[in-house]
């Protein structure tokens, strides 16, 4: 049996505990399309996911059921005053059909991007082939740029045709997604790849890819830029 949620409540709940999309998919292995679809109220929340979502984020099962603002019963967590409560209801509120339609659609896509090293697709920094809707949270910003993605090797978070937004300003951390875009010398063309960042060194930027689980190592040398790819509840 499936029970329809308000797609914040487990946003909210997840962000009140302080654990990130990418760690949570992690963790309880529920795909992060699928976290996203219930986030986004795209799909209701069984009552077999909500366990395991519960366990993780050590919560009662009803908290994920419960109404936005509710206090949530987590050791860890102080208590909301009513006030804060109600700026909760208000942040979490879920956009109208007629509002995420009406999005206007500025975000540049620069074409597509690779997720192997197998092949590497050029990023398209001076061509735009279309626009994507921006989200209300990336409205000030006029430096996010979007891409498609090109092959299966983030699969199962990504698959090909799937679009992602990237922000070229804020620096990532360990477990978020990236696009490193690397060229082997000052003349040669650009290429850009979708991987998971580890860490960098003094020397190289460590990263890994899902399908099939590979870590690629690249001297900072050849580094052109790392830019952090956002979750979709900082977009909408």
Not at 73 to 78: F, H, S, T
Not at 96 to 113: D, H, K, M, N, R
Not at 201 to 224: A, G
């Amino acid at each position: 049996m499936i029970n329809n949620v308000y797609p914040s409540r487990l946003r909210e709940i997840k962000e009140a505990v302080g654990i990130t999309s990418a760690e949570l998919s992690r963790q309880t292995n529920i795909d992060p399309a699928t976290l996203s679809k219930i986030e986004l109220g795209r799909r209701g929340l069984s009552r077999n996911f909500a366990r395991i979502l519960a366990d993780k984020l050590q919560v009662p099962v009803e908290m994920l059921y419960a109404e936005i603002g509710s206090p949530i019963l987590n050791a860890n967590l102080p208590m909301r005053t009513s006030h804060q409560k109600r700026e909760a209801e208000q942040a979490y509120e879920k956009p109208t059909i007629e509002q995420q339609i009406s999005l206007p659609a500025t975000v540049p896509i620069y074409g597509s991007v690779s997720c192997g090293t197998e092949r590497g697709s050029f990023l398209l920094t001076d061509t735009v082939i279309e626009y994507a809707p921006k989200g209300p949270k990336i409205q000030h910003r006029s430096d996010i740029y979007a891409l498609y993605v090109e092959e299966e090797n983030m699969e199962p978070w990504k698959r090909p045709g799937q679009l992602i937004y990237v922000d070229p300003l804020r620096p990532p951390r360990r477990g978020d997604r990236v696009i490193i875009t690397t060229s082997m010398s000052r003349d040669a063309s650009q290429e850009a790849f979708l991987m998971e960042y580890i860490k960098r060194t003094d020397y190289e930027i460590i990263v890994k890819q899902y399908n099939p689980l590979h870590t690629h190592q690249w001297s900072l040398d050849y580094l052109v830029s790392c830019h952090r790819i956002l979750e979709p509840e900082e977009i909408f």
